[in-house]
């Protein structure tokens, strides 16, 4: 079933009538599908979600969107900067204003806020301001009420750029553990080689454009941005597999030197 569908979408910000941030953007996603959105800084990927999600009213073209239903929202975000994503001052207040708006009363809603803040490592930090959270701690939260609004399309933009590797991956994982439970469609904008290469496929921006949109796999030796942000291990493989060595794709550092 198609979530999201975006047919020959354009977008400017006004000032300049002649220069498309988004320009003739085709898209089309299912549910459950998880899909990687990149490029350079400027290349419009930040301005894709805000025309998801309706902030941004687009100049060209149609956006169809699933609707929401009983419990579940159609759409939740994750906005580069986690200070857009809060409504109230406190940790736990926050989450539960968005448990409200989907039906929950606040002790039914207690118990899943607390359930979630367990898993997200902020269980401690509940009754905490949110001013005096860590950017990464704050991403956690932003993600978490993300999440807790049981959403049928997720997008995620840098939504772990705070965090070190680590913490990343294993926020990350919980996020991935989430959309097997409940077949979300995944669309998380990242930089990152590892979120890249776990997702289905990948969708490469460059100056408002669809460049590339594909498996990871059949892009990571092609697409010139997705092979400079390949760490060395990938790149050393890469020099291999063009020597006629027979490597399978993504090894790990460990696994090319063996
Ligand atoms: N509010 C705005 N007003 C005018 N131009 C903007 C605004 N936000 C972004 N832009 C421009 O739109 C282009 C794409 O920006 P953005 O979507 O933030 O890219 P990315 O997220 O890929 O870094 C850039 O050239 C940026 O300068
Ligand atoms: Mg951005």
Redesign the pocket.
């Known amino acids: 079933m198609k979530v999201l569908e975006l047919c020959n979408v354009s977008f400017n910000?006004g000032?300049d009538k002649n220069k498309f941030?988004l320009n003739g953007i085709n898209l089309s996603v299912d549910a459950g599908e998880h899909i990687a959105v990149t490029?350079?800084?400027?290349?419009?990927?930040?301005?894709?979600l805000k025309v998801i999600c309706g902030i941004s009213i687009i100049t060209a073209g149609k956006i169809k969107v699933v609707e929401s239903d009983v419990n579940c929202i159609a759409i939740s975000a994750v906005f580069?900067n986690p200070d857009n994503c809060f409504v109230s001052a406190f940790v736990l207040e926050d989450i539960l204003f968005g448990l409200k708006n989907i039906g929950y009363n606040r002790a039914k809603g207690i118990d899943y806020a607390i359930e979630l803040l367990k898993e997200f490592g902020l269980y401690e930090y509940k009754d905490c301001e949110i001013n005096s959270l860590s950017g990464g701690q704050k991403q956690k939260l932003a993600l978490l009420n993300a999440l807790a609004l049981n959403p049928k399309i997720l997008i995620l933009d840098e939504a772990t750029s705070m965090l070190d590797n680590e913490s990343a991956r294993e926020l990350f994982d919980v996020i991935l553990k989430h959309q097997q439970n409940r077949n979300f469609a995944l669309i998380n904008?990242t930089k990152k080689y590892d979120e890249i290469i776990n997702a289905e496929k990948v969708l490469v921006?460059q100056r408002?454009q669809i460049v590339d949109f594909n498996k990871p796999e059949a892009l990571i030796s092609k697409n010139r941005y997705l092979k400079n942000l390949a760490p060395f291990s990938e790149k050393l493989a890469q020099k291999l597999i063009n020597l006629d060595c027979d490597l399978p794709a993504f090894l790990s550092i460990k696994e090319v030197v063996k």
């Open positions: 910000y000032n941030v490029g350079e800084t400027g290349s419009g990927k930040s301005t894709l580069q904008i921006l408002g």
